[in-house]
């Protein structure tokens, strides 16, 4: 693998700014505190941290409504804190992946502000604008991921202009050349910086159905979507015209973009892929070596780990991902923490669905992100709705998807102001009184703690090319036991990860093995027979 390919079988480390470490007081993180934090990540073992977005925004949705592409904002430090960032990173080894969001804007970006004045300024077409019905109203039925239509009236346009979450947030017009040269000469800037890459936040929402046709009704009997709560209207629909919609043009558009980035080598692209069958529509993103260089979708993050789940996703992603790479996440900053999915956190066994969540992640074939604070093994937090601050969460109360809960902040310290995170009086959100316990500097000092766990495992996965590059395939396996081989030339590991409570015992195929006792956790191995506690799990070298 040559080192442009770095990304193949990486393991990223995501960053949610706001609430990673506060370095001047004011409660809430920023860049420089990320950059202090960079030893602690790059003793994890990882590859590369993805930052959420720190661009100028009025923080309607916390910084994914941007309204300068090309700026920091002052919550978060300045351009000089980002190169401080970049280089502390790169003197570690670390790529830096920035969130892009280039399907829309803020209603604050000087575009929105011109392209809203009249129907002939020079932007006037750079966003999705629609005359209204005969009666008044919107031109389709697209609802918001946010609730409501998916459209809101201009008074001084006289049209509705299009956006998928908050009305602050108005869908760029991504079949406008003028608008894709802009977005390519934003991703040049940056990357003339020296950073290494891009995760692209809902990339499958750059271009909509051109003639604005509904959304089709989804049926009763129809699976409810993955990538968002039900009491959501909006799962009352099939997106497919409005988020999600594949063209030849959606492929043009990506080409440019992979043409930017193979003008610089090294330069990694990772597309968030949402809306209905988001795992098959997430291969589409990344085939053919001329698209993204990698997606991750919605089919394991959030969700607790059943068998039959892993099974189907990983199934459906091999059968036709071709010449295509794919990224697995179990969590990220849109969802409640993985280690929650399991149920009670008070449960004794918690700790073992942590490291059965970690183990089966980093097995996997593909890309690996990591969303902080999973290396702790914290829960979601349980807040108040006055301590919520997540427009969505508020917006679909009580039954949302929780994203306040994973976007507390880091706990660094079991005796500290604000568990080490800051020294302010009040934090942007609370820091979660229940997850002290688990603070990095206790964990550090434990052996069997789940950070140390994940800093053995990962330095495995690094110096283990099977794990990292190496095909999968599924196999047949008793009860709730996930089985599958990794192989690569020649080499071959069989993997065993029981995903239940309870205890196994699986006489395994034909063949000599030997247990890699080092990273497997509650399994033994005795003439032929694999022997794993709940939530257990074994690696074994295939010697014949």
Request: net charge negative; charged share 25%.
């Amino acid at each position: 693998m040559s080192d442009k390919e770095w990304w193949r079988g990486a393991v990223i480390y995501q960053i949610y700014p706001r609430s990673f470490m506060d370095s001047n007081g004011d409660g809430v993180g920023d860049l420089v505190g990320i950059a202090h934090k960079m030893d602690y990540v790059a003793s994890l073992g990882v590859d590369a941290i993805w930052i959420s977005p720190f661009f100028k925004s009025p923080m309607k949705d916390f910084g994914y409504d941007i309204s300068d592409y090309r700026d920091v904002d002052p919550i978060f430090g300045t351009l000089d804190d980002f190169h401080f960032l970049l280089r502390e990173a790169h003197k570690r080894g670390l790529k830096i992946l920035l969130d892009q969001v280039w399907s829309h804007t803020s209603d604050q970006h000087i575009w929105f502000k011109e392209s809203r004045q009249n129907k002939t300024n020079a932007k006037a077409d750079w966003y999705v604008w629609a005359d209204c019905k005969e009666d008044g109203t919107p031109p389709n039925n697209w609802l918001s991921i946010f609730g409501g239509p998916a459209w809101t009236w201009d008074s001084r346009r006289e049209q509705y202009y299009l956006h998928h979450f908050l009305k602050e947030q108005p869908a760029l017009n991504l079949w406008n050349p003028q608008v894709r040269e802009r977005i390519l000469e934003t991703a040049r800037y940056w990357l003339e910086m020296g950073v290494d890459g891009f995760r692209l936040d809902v990339i499958n929402c750059a271009l909509s159905h051109p003639e604005l046709e509904n959304n089709p009704i989804r049926p009763a009997d129809m699976p409810p979507p993955e990538d968002m709560a039900s009491s959501n209207p909006m799962a009352r629909q099939i997106r497919s015209n409005a988020y999600g919609y594949l063209s030849d043009e959606t492929f043009k558009w990506l080409n440019e973009l992979r043409a930017v980035a193979d003008e610089y080598e090294g330069t990694f692209l990772m597309g968030e892929i949402g809306g209905d069958n988001s795992t098959k529509l997430a291969t589409e993103y990344v085939k053919t070596d001329k698209r993204l260089h990698s997606a991750y979708s919605f089919g394991l993050t959030g969700k607790k780990l059943i068998k039959k789940l892993v099974t189907d996703t990983v199934n459906g992603i091999e059968s036709i991902i071709e010449d295509g790479w794919m990224s697995y996440a179990l969590g990220n900053h849109d969802n409640q923490r993985f280690a929650s999915s399991h149920g009670d956190f008070n449960d004794p066994s918690n700790k073992d669905y942590a490291l059965f969540g970690m183990a089966l992640l980093l097995s996997l074939r593909g890309t690996v992100c990591i969303y902080q604070g999973e290396e702790l093994g914290l829960p979601s937090a349980e807040l108040s709705f006055a301590d919520m601050r997540d427009p969505y969460d508020i917006a679909m109360y009580p039954n949302s998807m929780k994203r306040d809960s994973g976007r507390t902040p880091m706990p660094w310290l079991k005796y500290g102001q604000n568990a080490g995170f800051s020294t302010a009086e009040v934090t942007w959100i609370p820091v979660y009184e229940e997850h002290i316990p688990l603070a990095a500097d206790r964990q550090e000092t434990d052996e069997d703690s789940i950070l140390n766990h994940y800093k053995n495992f990962l330095k495995w996965r690094k110096d283990t090319t099977v794990m990292r590059l190496g095909e999968i395939e599924l196999l047949h396996a008793p009860d709730h036991i996930i089985a599958f081989n990794r192989t690569y030339e020649g080499e071959a590991i069989l993997c065993a990860l029981h995903a239940e409570n309870t205890d196994v015992e699986w006489k395994l195929p034909e063949g000599t093995y030997e247990l890699i006792e080092n990273v497997s956790n509650n399994a033994s191995l005795d003439n032929g027979t694999i022997s794993l506690k709940g939530y257990g799990y074994a690696f074994l070298k295939k010697l014949s």
